[in-house]
């Protein structure tokens, strides 16, 4: 007889997990799985400690406790908000009814599809970052990279967990295959196409915590609102941690304009480049390019799955209980702008139901309009004459209504070679990559940073910006 | 959906909208790209590969170029040209927006199409492998499953699906289910998981329930394809080199006269002896003929849709038309072969059109040895025993003769001759009529061996025909479509005759029914957002 394990040491979780032996047996069988992926995939960088955040509970206080941990050995587990034992169906043909507990046989493989796909971008992360450590501006930067890397680590975990307490044996196969493909694999490649750039250089990492990780807050949104309690609760606990990655994004983002403005202040020109800051319009071309990317993460603009999903309560939408409708949409409209052949933009009325992606997509934007709104006051607060600006919806677009149009930054329908004899204006060229990647020298002294980017306002959890975040050998 | 312009069948390679075919010495590629923005008819995109009847029409051509104007060709390699999808099929708004007997002539016609990829593979010795780079639903598995081999990327996310139960509550129509249990040899109960998820299966388990022969890693993809391809055209026993052109069509030898009723189909024989096959090429007699003809029967069941009796005669001298058959027959090569299989092939379209077909049996027509078939096809047949009717004085009088023919090289989708099928299980009388073949059979003989229906005498001729015309257009056509497929294919069960009689009926019945195509049906709600309300009475 093998000895008994405390499950609850070992995975630490409040969903009952010591009491229910096939969930156990299948995440003992995982484990060791997850734990060669993030050895193969997980950052490159070995330290001797990180002071990280690790979820401890789900109440409303005290959910996190901060130490410093030996990467390897964080505490992947699982949490669920608490239930509530009222909540009732938001909207869809379902509207009213009692919340699932389990998965309706009806839509079984429906939700298995929408919890994979949201479950391969939480490793793809990871995966994309893995070489970050090597270049961290400071050790500030480089624990919050760890930081967001052990909690997308957990956010597979919480995606697995479902799909091994619910989805029986191909869900297993699904939890497993989530570690099989990998990031930009040219034989398994990630399932959505923006988790297969690459995110070579710390701007790319801010950026891609700004805007990517924001669409996944509102993936996460949309699916908090399920009528799948599990999946509900599961997603509203990966929100609060979400929230933390995409502080890393919008203070790094901050903190590169203010170095930026600082550089072009005492040298009195824009061109600071030779500084060693990033010029301005470096930094618009990758909002150009992370927005875009990210924007194709949404979805066609017209989506019967996505109506498919709503009207059996799957997915909702942002705030759905918020919203003042019937919550069914089968009888709202809504207009779509298109492009036309000739040029132009037109619209089309079309039921609501089928711009479901639109809907999210559009609160999505008005939130990123936010950031770029901070980093214009900086740049007006330092006396600096320049505005950044998201730009058009249909710009540099791979998905969607868009895709196959050539449309400008400022929303100009125009033909292939005026878009490629645009493209460098509008687009990191590789000249502006690698340039941005020789300013990436690793800073891992106490207090120090490096000089493309200014030092944090606040540290971490209350710490000063000089605490030593990690141990390195 | 119908279209107020008659639907043609020509297409040219070059002018292709929805397909890719480039040969690689014995292997050629045919890759989908489906122009998502032409379709046949207006309303509907082609998203996703997904495809209509324009689509297929191309892969049609296709696959016919393939067998005559590349000898060369041993394998041929059906993939996509788009990225992570291989196929989505039929097009579900086309589907849905389509008027029911639009619909039926869609899937018949695809269902031929991929009959004759098989056909090739088994009779062509021109093998087809689905080379599948990405998802691969519906009628996407279905393409898939008519190619002899089907080979999978490895990906870990692509699979391959028949989500119409669960999806649209219709079947996979396009032999989808009788060959992933007949030709696959799937085991019924994994079928039965398979068909009813609408996620469908990757990797290793394809492999394991036999859905898919092989995996194949992403990377380097195309090239391990080729690779497999260049193997499996080693196997092949196809030799042949200098394939012949097939030219515009001429419409010399086939004519179609449309009434609102009925079609007359006017098929004249030869007008000089047999030359070379090869030097002729689209223009000998039997390759042109059967091209018209095959032709003609697409247009017909495409645009003439109450055009429900088609008359079926023939003009000329069967002298000459057996010396072309035996042109034919006694090539003993790959374009003598393709000419037999192409023939057969048109056989068969007549075998599974729902039309009443009569055949007109009059003096000067030559329904000898392979035009007979088109006799022998019909649900019956009429001989004039007498003189012509404008011509009272004439010594001409109808005859039909037997040739090799009819006795093997033209089977039905059941695996029978058109006379081992009107004759089933009368072995003496099957023997009979082989000694009888090669001589002129007249009117009173042709009763006698039981060849034809009737054979009125010249005062009667025009009524009887008349009355019997007018007696089939008053008729129900659903039950008269029932009648003729339920008479048509006697004996043993194969996959063709399952997909076109069982599967086609079962579908024709669904597509109808208020679950698939009543206002809250799945197939009328699909792309709705809306989820189909079902009948729960079973019936």
Same mark, same amino acid.
């Given at each position: ?473 | ?366 329904? #000898?040895?392979?035009?007979? !078939? +088109?006799? /022998?096809?019909? $649900?019956?047949?009429?001989? =004039? &025993? ?56 007249? #009117?009173?003989?042709?009763? !006698? +061996?039981? /060849?034809?229906? $009737?054979?009125?005498?010249? =005062? &009667? ?73 079902? &009948?729960?009475?079973?019936?």
């Amino acid at each position: 007889m093998p000895e008994k394990i405390d499950y609850d040491a070992k995975i630490p979780n409040n969903v009952n997990l010591s009491e229910d032996r096939r969930l156990q047996r299948a995440l003992e069988g995982w484990q060791p799985k997850f734990m060669h992926w993030w050895g193969e995939m997980g950052p490159t960088l070995e330290t001797q400690g990180v002071y990280l955040r690790t979820a401890v509970s789900v109440g409303r206080e005290g959910w996190a406790h901060f130490d410093h941990v030996n990467v390897p050995d964080y505490r992947w587990g699982i949490f669920l908000a608490e239930r509530d034992p009222d909540r009732r169906i938001a909207f869809g043909e379902h509207k009213g009814e009692e919340v699932w507990q389990q998965v309706p046989g009806e839509y079984r493989a429906d939700l298995q599809r929408l919890i994979v796909i949201q479950g391969d971008t939480e490793p793809a992360s990871v995966e994309q970052q893995k070489l970050l450590g090597l270049t961290a501006p400071s050790l500030y930067d480089l624990r919050n990279l760890f930081q967001v890397n052990v909690e997308e680590g957990r956010h597979l975990w919480a995606m697995v967990y479902l799909l091994h307490a619910y989805f029986g044996r191909e869900g297993r196969d699904e939890a497993e295959g989530l570690l099989l493909r990998n990031s930009g694999s040219p034989d398994a490649p990630r399932i959505l196409g923006a988790f297969n750039e690459e995110t070579a250089d710390w701007l790319a990492f801010y950026m891609f915590t700004y805007f990517t990780d924001r669409d996944g807050k509102y993936q996460l949104g949309t699916l908090k609102e399920s009528s799948f309690d599990p999946l509900s609760r599961t997603c509203e606990f990966m929100l609060k941690e979400e929230a933390h990655h995409m502080m890393v994004g919008t203070t790094g983002v901050d903190r590169v304009v203010t170095r930026s403005a600082e550089l072009i202040r005492e040298h009195d020109t824009l061109d600071i480049g030779p500084h060693g800051g990033i010029p301005l319009d470096i930094i618009q071309k990758y909002i150009n390019f992370h927005y875009t990317v990210s924007l194709d993460l949404f979805g066609s603009e017209t989506s019967t799955n996505a109506a498919n999903y709503y009207t059996a309560g799957l997915k909702g939408r942002w705030q759905e209980t918020r919203r003042k409708d019937d919550h069914k949409l089968t009888d709202d409209a809504r207009t779509l702008e298109k492009p036309a052949a000739d040029g132009t933009w037109t619209s089309e009325e079309m039921q609501a139901i089928l711009l479901l992606n639109l809907d999210l997509r559009s609160e999505y934007v008005a939130d990123c309009q936010t950031g770029v709104k901070r980093w214009n006051k900086i740049l007006a607060d330092a006396g600096v004459d320049h505005t950044f600006r998201l730009p058009h919806p249909g710009f540099n677009r791979e998905v969607g209504i868009n895709s196959g149009h050539h449309v400008t930054p400022d929303g100009t329908i125009v033909d292939e070679a005026t878009w490629q004899a645009g493209k460098s204006k509008w687009l990191p060229t590789t000249e502006d990559l690698t340039f941005v990647r020789s300013l990436m020298h690793p800073v891992y002294e106490r207090g120090k940073i490096a000089s493309w980017v200014a030092p944090p306002r606040q540290g971490i959890n209350g710490k000063p910006f000089d605490y030593e975040y990690v141990y390195l050998t | 959906m119908t279209t107020t312009t008659p639907v043609t069948f020509d297409r040219r390679p070059d002018e292709y909208r929805h397909w890719r075919l480039h040969v690689d010495g014995e292997v050629a590629w045919l890759e989908m790209d489906v122009d998502e923005q032409g379709g046949l008819v207006p309303g509907y995109e082609l998203k996703l590969n997904s495809y209509d009847l324009g689509v297929d029409i191309e892969l049609y051509d296709a696959t016919q170029r393939l067998r005559f104007e590349h000898p060369e060709v041993r394998v041929v390699v059906v993939t996509s040209a788009k990225d992570k999808v291989f196929c989505a099929g039929a097009n579900i708004r086309m589907l849905a927006a389509s008027e029911h007997h639009w619909k039926v002539n869609f899937c018949k016609f695809t269902n031929e199409t991929r009959n004759g990829m098989e056909d090739a593979t088994e009779h062509s010795g021109q093998t087809y492998v689905a080379a599948v780079n990405g998802t691969c639903a519906g009628g996407g598995y279905e393409i898939a499953l008519a190619c002899e081999k089907i080979l999978l990327i490895d990906d870990n996310s692509s699979t391959v699906a028949l989500p119409e139960v669960p999806l649209l509550g219709v079947l996979p129509g396009t032999g989808g289910l009788t060959r992933v249990v007949d030709k696959r040899r799937v085991r019924r109960d994994l079928a039965d998981v398979f068909a009813t998820r609408p996620d469908g299966v990757k990797g290793k388990t394809a492999v394991d329930w036999r859905l898919v022969d092989e995996l194949v890693p992403r990377q380097g993809f195309r090239e391990a394809v080729a690779k497999r391809a260049r193997e499996i055209a080693r196997e092949s026993d196809r030799t042949g080199e200098g394939g012949i052109e097939l030219t515009p069509l001429e419409h010399r030898y086939v004519d179609t006269d449309v009434t609102k009723d009925q079609v007359t189909i006017t098929i004249k024989g030869p007008e000089n002896d047999p030359g070379d096959l090869h030097e002729e090429g689209a223009n000998g007699w039997f390759l042109a003929m059967t091209r018209e003809l095959d032709d003609a029967i697409l247009r017909l069941r495409t645009n003439e849709v109450e055009a429900g009796t088609w008359i079926l005669k023939t003009q000329g001298d069967p002298e000459k038309v057996l010396a072309h058959e035996q042109a034919v027959f006694g090539a003993k090569d790959w374009l003598g072969n393709e000419i037999t299989q192409y023939f057969k092939r048109t056989l068969k379209r007549l075998d599974v059109t729902s039309r009443s077909l009569i055949a007109l049996i009059e003096p000067g027509s030559c329904f #000898a040895g392979s035009l007979l !078939e +088109l006799a /022998l096809a019909a $649900d019956r047949q009429y001989i =004039l &025993d007498g003189p012509p009717i404008d011509d009272e004085d004439s010594d001409e009088r109808a005859t039909i003769r037997l040739s090799e023919a009819n006795f093997g090289p033209f089977p039905m989708g059941n695996g029978l001759t058109r006379l081992q099928a009107r004759f089933h299980g009368d072995d003496d009388h099957l023997a009979w009529l082989a000694r009888e073949k090669d001589h002129e059979l007249s #009117a009173a003989e042709a009763v !006698e +061996l039981g /060849l034809v229906t $009737d054979a009125p005498d010249d =005062l &009667d001729w025009e009524d009887e025909i008349r009355i019997a015309l007018e007696g089939r257009a008053s008729l129900s056509p659903d039950a008269l479509t029932g009648l003729e497929a339920n008479h048509r294919f006697v004996g043993p069960e194969t996959i063709e005759t399952k997909i076109f009689g069982r599967l086609a009926a079962w579908q024709n019945w669904i597509f109808t029914r208020p679950n698939a195509s009543g206002p809250e049906g799945a197939l009328r709600r699909y792309g709705t957002g809306q989820k189909a309300v079902f &009948d729960r009475k079973r019936v």
